[in-house]
């Protein structure tokens, strides 16, 4: 522990000394230093006999660490980040403890399991997979008896063997520079001097189609987009998306689980045939999503019937969707007309997947800014700072069903006069057209107050311009709130009562003014030495948002849901099952297991205590991964979410409406179920059922994996169910 005090003196000693007198003001990133994360270790065992090993620890965000041998060595080692440790063991197997240290001296810890064995590695089992999402990328998983570690030889020529190497029984991944078969071998070691070997010829793969779909263009009115190809949009009827203008280029329409892309292969120019000519004075953007595994660029021209044809080329990058966004000022700029546009043209080599190509425009009655934060690194607000209050990013201290966002602003009032937190917009607001409701959401734990003063939240407007008199300008609202819990607090600027200070006694209306662009969150009024603490979250500048309606219906699975049951008919249902496919999609330690094992009608399903409203919320969604290898029989894989009525008990089945949608295997995916805009499918048992926006009797959630009416098995592994 001594040595990790040193190493965080000397540091801030450099610190110190490199920093200016306004620099050395301010430490507070300390505070915003994170504990350490994934730590681990790799061994490696010399093959002599000798039990030598060395062990090199790492972790996200640490400076040091404690390794505890494990052999009953007293005295931790310490080793700075990046270097390693050696031990010498007897035979044996141990768990080794890696304590991780940050800066601050914050510790997180992990044990793994080293064998320590002078036989020969037994019953070297290996699996060889060529990654589902990762273009020419191998995932390698070695076991064996009496083994530490193993290394990859990938049987490229020319290339230093072996390329990597890894734990025993862990997975690591090498990415090949060419497809094509090569003779791997992988060879186990341990403390003997023999070693054990497998090889086999391998072949390397390719991706040449993407595996997902760009991601869907956000919702827009109508006015606001022209749309040319798009699910998401009503498109210009009539397009040509593959005339003949003499072109090399192959064109063959792809369908990506229902979703419609162009590919176009051996491209060197391409057009397209809008279906009628348009005036895109009135629009901003040009959109497009492409994807390639073999282009470098693509140029992309757009051809005026009076001025001719200008081109913006775009990099792309490979094996992922490249979203590309062009301001149509880089036309205009070039002499460009796009008062009548009437054509497309893609020039490049290769082969490209194109999606999503549209032209839209700023919302209508929308003026800027458009401010948010969620706290998480998405906002667009510069700063909120603190006026005799604490203004801190910190851990959701409740995260719970109404809130389950990971980071929060902390609002500590300790008894400042005229505690507060605040912003400066980089522009005036424009309160009119709409654009005059700000809302947050916000927690104020009773613990925390002391006085007596009303528990409320009010949100000021100000004029930054007169910097220390900005108080002077301004105008507020104040609305009460409840205490223990997390609720979305709005502030409407034209329908809610609002106060003026009228320190000159001539403040206009809000709606009118247009010299506000500071806001002032204050809880529990001013003037006061009371103390109080409050979590903010979510905090949006903009149109009214429409508010979540009971019921509410959440569940990831950690215990913070709204759904009281999962019930299993026929069918396993384990909602506190460890995520067995842990990862960068989806790394939430705990999902809900459904296991059908044979069951002719088998599913999962909950009931809520309220009716849904469909007309004003129509869509579940839900994060699943169904594994290939639980799968028998011939059905399609698809998943389907059906709504039932729980008044009829067994027979709730007779009232079903349903969605059906394909999934993809081995991957975690989110699907989503809209009973307005999808295709759903009554059952009408009864003859009557009508459209599910007009039903008001739908209170049972159905989920089932592969079709029903059969006895094959499926294993799904199901998180973040939401109805919003």
Not at 16 to 34: K, P, Q, W
Not at 37 to 65: C, E, H, K, L, R
Not at 96 to 118: D, P, R, W
Not at 236 to 253: I, R
Request: negative net charge.
């Amino acid at each position: 522990m001594k040595n990790i005090q040193q190493i965080i003196k000397i540091f801030f000693l450099l610190l110190l000394v490199a920093c200016t007198e306004n620099d050395l003001r301010d430490v507070s990133f300390v505070n915003d230093i994170t504990a350490p994360a994934n730590v681990a270790a790799v061994y490696n065992i010399t093959q002599d006999n000798t039990g030598s090993v060395t062990i090199t620890p790492n972790a996200d965000g640490a400076v040091s660490f404690e390794i505890f041998f494990g052999d009953g060595t007293t005295a931790p080692a310490i080793v700075p980040q990046g270097e390693s440790a050696f031990h010498v063991y007897a035979e044996g197997t141990y768990q080794v403890k890696i304590v991780a240290v940050n800066l601050t001296g914050v510790k997180t810890e992990a044990t793994q399991q080293l064998i320590v064995s002078f036989k020969a590695p037994q019953n070297l089992v290996v699996v060889v997979e060529n990654d589902a999402a990762i273009s020419k990328q191998v995932n390698i998983t070695a076991n064996a008896d009496f083994a530490t570690f193993f290394e990859f030889n990938s049987g490229e020529t020319g290339v230093t063997q072996p390329v990597v190497s890894g734990n025993i029984g862990s997975t690591i991944s090498y990415t090949y520079q060419n497809a094509g078969t090569y003779d791997i071998m992988v060879e186990a070691k341990g403390g003997a001097i023999a070693t054990t070997k497998y090889e086999v010829s391998f072949e390397v793969t390719e991706i040449l189609a993407p595996i997902a779909s760009a991601a869907t263009p956000p919702f827009r009115n109508a006015v606001d987009v022209i749309s040319i190809f798009s699910d998401a949009y009503t498109d210009v009827a009539g397009s040509d998306f593959y005339p003949n203008w003499g072109q090399a280029t192959q064109y063959t329409p792809f369908d990506l689980n229902g979703d419609a892309i162009l590919q176009y292969s051996n491209l060197n120019y391409q057009g397209i045939n809008i279906g009628s000519t348009q005036d895109l004075t009135s629009m901003e953007f040009l959109r497009l999503d492409v994807w390639t595994a073999d282009a470098a660029d693509i140029d992309t021209y757009l051809i005026s019937v009076g001025s001719g044809e200008k081109f913006i080329k775009s990099t792309l990058t490979k094996d992922e969707w490249t979203s590309i966004e062009i301001p149509l000022s880089a036309f205009t700029d070039q002499g460009l007309s796009v008062a009548d546009i009437y054509q497309f043209k893609f020039v490049g080599s290769g082969t490209v997947f194109i999606d999503n190509i549209y032209f839209y425009k700023s919302p209508t009655g929308a003026s800027p800014p458009l401010l948010s934060d969620d706290f998480e690194g998405n906002g667009n607000i510069p700063a909120f700072t603190g006026d005799a209050a604490g203004a801190n990013v910190i851990d959701n201290p409740h995260i719970n069903a109404g809130n389950f966002s990971k980071k929060v602003l902390e609002y500590k009032d300790t008894g400042g006069q005229y505690a507060n937190v605040q912003f400066t917009s980089p522009n005036k607001f424009d309160l009119k057209n709409g654009q005059s409701v700000f809302s947050i959401n916000l927690y104020v734990p009773s613990s925390s107050i002391s006085g007596t003063q009303p528990n409320q939240v009010s949100l000021k407007l100000q004029n930054s311009d007169l910097g220390g008199n900005s108080w002077q300008t301004q105008t507020e609202i104040i609305k009460t709130i409840v205490l223990d819990q997390w609720q979305t607090v709005t502030f409407d600027f034209v329908t809610d009562n609002w106060i003026n200070l009228n320190n000159n006694g001539v403040d206009p209306a809000p709606v009118d003014r247009t010299d506000l662009d500071k806001v002032v969150i204050q809880l529990n009024s001013e003037n006061n030495n009371d103390t109080v603490t409050g979590y903010i979250d979510d905090f949006y500048y903009g149109l009214a948002q429409v508010q979540e309606m009971a019921p509410i219906v959440k569940d990831g699975f950690e215990g913070f849901g709204t759904i009281s049951a999962w019930v299993g008919d026929a069918a396993g249902a384990n909602a506190s099952f460890a995520n067995p496919f842990m990862n960068s999609d989806n790394n939430s330690p705990t999902v809900l297991e459904y296991t059908d094992t044979g069951g002719q009608y088998a599913n999962v399903n909950f009931t809520v205590a309220n009716k849904f409203n469909i007309a004003d919320k129509s869509v579940f969604s839900i994060m699943i991964y169904v594994p290939s290898s639980s799968i028998s029989g011939s059905q399609n894989n698809q998943v389907s979410l059906k709504l039932q009525n729980s008044d009829l008990g067994g027979n709730s089945w007779q009232t079903q409406t349903e969605i059906i949608k394909n999934i993809v295997l081995d991957q975690w995916q989110v699907i989503t179920f809209d009973f307005v805009n999808d295709n759903w499918i009554n059952l009408n048992n009864n003859g009557v059922d009508p459209a599910p926006i007009n039903r008001t009797d739908l209170d049972k959630v159905v989920i089932q994996v592969n079709g029903e009416n059969n006895n094959d098995t499926v294993t799904a592994y199901i998180d973040n169910v939401n109805y919003y």
